[in-house]
C-alpha cells in the first residue's frame, strides 16, 4: 500500500524566514509520481510540482525549492525567504496508476503560518 | 484557466434532502475522475473513482447508496450526496486527469463546501 507522512502538522515563522515541509512515502513501485498542492483558505488546490521517480535532481522555482532524495524516500519543500502569502496548507502527494488513470494518495498536509 | 470545473462551490442544505455536484472537464475528455472528500484540518481521502460508461468503484468504507456517483459523458461526473445529514458535511474535490497515464498532472476542481444543517 502507498503511503505518505507529512510529520509537521503545523509550522509557524515568521516573515522572510526559510522554512522546510517534510514529505515521506512509501510504496512499492518502482516508477511513481511525486506532487505537492497549496491549498489556501479558499480550499482550491494550487499545482506546485510533479516529480517522476527516475529524475533525482533537485528543482528551484523561484522561492521555491524540492529536495528528492530516493534513498531515504522523502520529497521535503522549502520555501525561501517566506512570505504572509505563502500561508496555507500543503499536501505532498504520490501517484499511483489504477486501471485508468492518475489517483493521489496525499499526506496529511501541513499548515504553515506565516506571520508578518 | 481552470480545465476542471465543479459547481456548485458552497451549499447548504437541509437534512434529509439530496445535494448534486458536478465536475466537468472544460477542454478535454476523462473517461475517469476521481471524487475526494477532506474534512476540516484534515486531508483529502479518495471516495471513489468515476468510470464513463461502467458503475463507479468506491473505497472502502464510503456508502455506495449514499454517494452515488454518475459519469454521465466524458466531460460530466456528478456526486449525489443523498439523504444528507450534519455528519456529510465535509469539502468535496474532483479531479480528472488528462490522459490514463500516471505522468498526467491531475486536474483538480475548485471544490464543493457542503453544510448540512
Known amino acids: 500500500a502507498q503511503k505518505v507522512t507529512q510529520a509537521q502538522t503545523e509550522i509557524s515563522v515568521v516573515e522572510k524566514e526559510d522554512v522546510t515541509l517534510d514529505c515521506v512515502y512509501e510504496?512499492?513501485?518502482?516508477?511513481?509520481?511525486l506532487f505537492w498542492y497549496k491549498q489556501p483558505p479558499s480550499g482550491e488546490l494550487v499545482f506546485l510540482i510533479r516529480?517522476?521517480?527516475?529524475?533525482?535532481q533537485n528543482e528551484i522555482s523561484g522561492r521555491y525549492s524540492w529536495n528528492f532524495q530516493k534513498s531515504t524516500s522523502s520529497f521535503n519543500f522549502t520555501i525561501t525567504a517566506s512570505q504572509v502569502v505563502d500561508s496555507a496548507v500543503y499536501f505532498c502527494?504520490?501517484?499511483?496508476?489504477?486501471?485508468?488513470?492518475?489517483?493521489?494518495?496525499f499526506g496529511g498536509g501541513t499548515r504553515l503560518m506565516v506571520k508578518p | 484557466g481552470a480545465v476542471v470545473s465543479q459547481h456548485p462551490s458552497r451549499v447548504i442544505c437541509k437534512s434529509g434532502t439530496s445535494v448534486k455536484i458536478e465536475c466537468r472537464s472544460l477542454d478535454f475528455q476523462a473517461t475517469t475522475m476521481f471524487w475526494y472528500r477532506q474534512f476540516p484540518k484534515k486531508s483529502l481521502m479518495l471516495m471513489a473513482t468515476?468510470?464513463?460508461?461502467?458503475?463507479?468503484?468506491?473505497e472502502q468504507g464510503v456508502e455506495k447508496d449514499k454517494f452515488l456517483i454518475n459519469h454521465a459523458s466524458l466531460t460530466l461526473s456528478t456526486l449525489t450526496v443523498t439523504s444528507a445529514h450534519p455528519e456529510d458535511s465535509s469539502f468535496y474535490i474532483c479531479s480528472a486527469p488528462r490522459a490514463p497515464r500516471r505522468d498526467t498532472e491531475a486536474f483538480f476542481g475548485q471544490g464543493t463546501r457542503l453544510t448540512v444543517v
Open positions: 468515476s468510470n464513463e460508461g461502467s458503475k463507479a468503484t468506491y
Open positions: 516529480r517522476n521517480s527516475f529524475d533525482e
Open positions: 510504496t512499492r513501485d518502482t516508477t511513481y509520481y
Open positions: 502527494a504520490l501517484s499511483e496508476v489504477n486501471n485508468a488513470g492518475n489517483m493521489l494518495t
